[in-house]
């Protein structure tokens, strides 16, 4: 069984995803604010034992989905992650030593089925289908081999960019990467219970229906757990910690002409045994 957060009535709620609808739980655990203090206390399986049996609280359409982790510490993002968006650069330089790294602020991101927004600024939003992980147990240089065990939860993101503002600085992407409503992470968490759901899983990213991106985390030039040790080495790690593990080729800026997202289109980010994270576009 899944989780998410989601709002009805101007209120927060976190709860089971079900057929028709969500199952909300929170009013149950008074002492846990959100999925991240739930995280903390490691109670996830908790959350999905209480929902047993239970009936459906708020039906689809009722409510709208939020980001699973709506206050993340630190949401962290892995770049050029597959070897050939490397190629892409046309640097002619072989799998880098060391990950690109950025960071995104929750405010960037919407849940599931709430459009994402292209901003006055510029024309030139586009898509990046990519699986995120939920940092379950903290740590602090996280030895390789551990590392998978520091997961509570997979879920989705499509890590929406301003391509023209990544480019408005000789070092940073920070600009291109957090305009507000710009990119989304859902639906829900998937509690995390077997190394194989992250170790070889197929991703793709479709708009309008159709395949732009696709590949498998085997072939990932920084496998996750490779990610949660370099990462953990200059930072503490916490429990809700997103890390957004890196897309394939194939997003909109690599087309001839580029093809941007638009008003109107549909941009679904498919991961085996985690689900689809759908959003529209709409002009701010």
Known sequence: MNLATFTADGVQHYGAVAEGGMISLSHLFPQWKTLRNVIEAGALAQLVEAAQGLAVSHPTGRF??????????????????????????KDGQD?????SLFIRFPRSFVGHETPLTRPPESPQLDYEGEIAIVIGKGGRRIPQAEALDHIAALTLCNEGTIRDWVRHAKFNVTQGKNWDGSGAIGPWLVP????????????????????????????MLF????????????TTLVPGDVIITGTPTGAGARFDPPIWLEPGDEIEIEAAGIGILRNGVIDE
Not at 80 to 85: A, E, G, H, I
Not at 95 to 99: E, I, K, Q, R, S
């Open 192 to 219: 995390f219970e077997r190394h194989d759901q992250i170790t070889g899983t197929d991703l793709q990213a479709r708009v309008n229906g159709d395949v732009r991106q696709k590949d498998n985390t085997a072939r």
């Open 223 to 234: 496998p996750v757990a490779r990610q949660i040790e370099y990462i953990s080495t200059f």
């Open 95 to 99: 799998a880098p030593p060391n990950m």
């Open 64 to 89: 709208r989905w939020d980001i699973p982790v709506p206050d993340p510490e630190k949401i962290i993002c892995v770049g050029v992650n597959f070897p050939d968006r490397n190629a892409e650069y």
